[in-house]
């Protein structure tokens, strides 16, 4: 049945987004590590602070936490789009390359048309509803942006839930096979006329 094949196929391939995004973690948690243990570097910010804030000693002190956490703040921001970034060229690549993924090759599953925009157009799709939307409601969270993150994490559930489902209506093309005129036939068969020929019906 295709469509569970699909299933299995995102799965692998989520599996290795998910791979990714814990050796992002790995190296922001070691990022962040070494900021915060890097004792002669903070010795001479704050030096510096206390030395121009006048004796204020407090307003030294909150300033310098306050540039800790933005630096804090802004490895993780990296780590979030770098994960973005990842995903989308990991499914733009392997498209343009293989014409499928690897989860869609390990379930003799290929996209078609092979063609470069259609690529480039289906892995920004999948990429934003996979992981960009829920980065940046993550994102938006860590900046303090609370209402607005749980308006975009809506949105991220939505767009999701929009690209998986419609794999299941007539024609079992994901939203990003519509936007990006595609369709995903297994390896023996042939779309013959267009993006929704050939599809199986099972």
């Known amino acids: 049945m295709l469509t569970l094949r ?3 196929a995102w799965f692998i391939d989520f599996a290795l987004v998910g791979v990714a995004a814990a050796l992002l973690a790995i190296l922001t948690f070691h990022r962040i590590g070494a900021l915060v243990t890097d004792v002669p570097s903070l010795a001479a910010k704050g030096g510096l602070d206390l030395l121009t804030s006048r004796g204020d000693v407090i307003g030294a ?8 956490w933005d630096e804090i703040v802004l490895d993780v921001e990296e780590a979030f789009g770098a994960l ?13 390359l293989l014409g499928r993924t690897l989860g869609k090759g390990v379930l003799g599953l290929q996209v078609t048309p092979r063609l470069s925009r259609p690529a480039l157009r289906r892995a920004a799709v999948t990429a934003a ?24 994490w809506a949105v991220a559930v939505v767009l999701f839930l929009a690209n998986a489902l419609t794999v299941f ?10 936007l990006a005129g595609t369709c995903v ?9 267009g993006p929704t020929a050939g599809l199986p019906r099972g």
């Not at 973005?84 to 343009?96: D, I, S």
């Not at 509803?129 to 975009?152: K, N, P, R, T």
């Open 6 to 8: 699909r299933t299995l």
């Open 61 to 68: 002190s909150e300033h310098l936490g306050r540039s800790l």
């Open 84 to 96: 973005v970034v990842l995903t989308f060229l990991y499914q733009w690549a392997c498209l343009t």
């Open 129 to 152: 509803a996979d992981v960009a939307v829920y980065a940046l409601a993550c994102v938006l969270l860590i900046e303090g942006q609370f209402a607005l993150s749980v308006l975009v």
């Open 169 to 178: 209506f007539p024609g079992r093309r994901s939203l990003a096979d519509r």
């Open 185 to 193: 036939v297994g390896v023996f068969q042939r779309a013959e006329a």
